[in-house]
C-alpha cells in the first residue's frame, strides 16, 4: 500500500520560515509527482506548489511565488519532496497537505494518488 508521510509546519511570527518534507512509502519502482495543497476552516482545499516527477518541474500559486520553492531529494527515486516557505504572513496559515500521483496533471488538479495527513503552519502577526 502507498501512504504519504509529512513532517515539519509549526508557529511562527509573519516574516518567518518553515519547512514541510514528505515521503513516499510502499512503492520503490514508481516516480512520483508531488505537490502541497492548503486548506482553511470551511473552505475548499487549494493547490500551492507541484514538483515533477524527477524535479524538472515546478509550478506555484501565485500568491506564493517568490516566497515558497519547492524541490526534491537529490537522491533519485526517493520520492522525498520539500517546500521550504519564508517571508510567511497570517494569510498563509492553514493545514497543508502533501499529495503524490504518477502522473503530473493528477497531482496539479488535486485528484487521484494519495493524500498525507495534512500539518498546521500557523502564522502570527
Known amino acids: 500500500q502507498v501512504t504519504v508521510h509529512e513532517s515539519g509546519g509549526g508557529s511562527v511570527q509573519a516574516g518567518g520560515s518553515l519547512k514541510l518534507s514528505c515521503v513516499v512509502r510502499g512503492d520503490t519502482l514508481g516516480w512520483y509527482a508531488m505537490g502541497w495543497f492548503r486548506q482553511a476552516p470551511g473552505k475548499e482545499r487549494e493547490f500551492v506548489a507541484i514538483v515533477s516527477s524527477k524535479g524538472t518541474y515546478t509550478d506555484y500559486t501565485e500568491t506564493v511565488k517568490g516566497r515558497f520553492t519547492i524541490y526534491r531529494d537529490a537522491v533519485e527515486k526517493t520520492n522525498t519532496a520539500f517546500l521550504h516557505m519564508s517571508a510567511l504572513n497570517p494569510e498563509d496559515t492553514d493545514v497543508y497537505y502533501c499529495?503524490?500521483?504518477?502522473?503530473?496533471?493528477?497531482?496539479?488538479?488535486?485528484?487521484?494518488?494519495?493524500w498525507g495527513q495534512g500539518n498546521q503552519v500557523t502564522v502570527s502577526s
Open positions: 499529495h503524490a500521483d504518477t502522473s503530473y496533471n493528477e497531482v496539479l488538479k488535486g485528484l487521484g494518488g494519495v
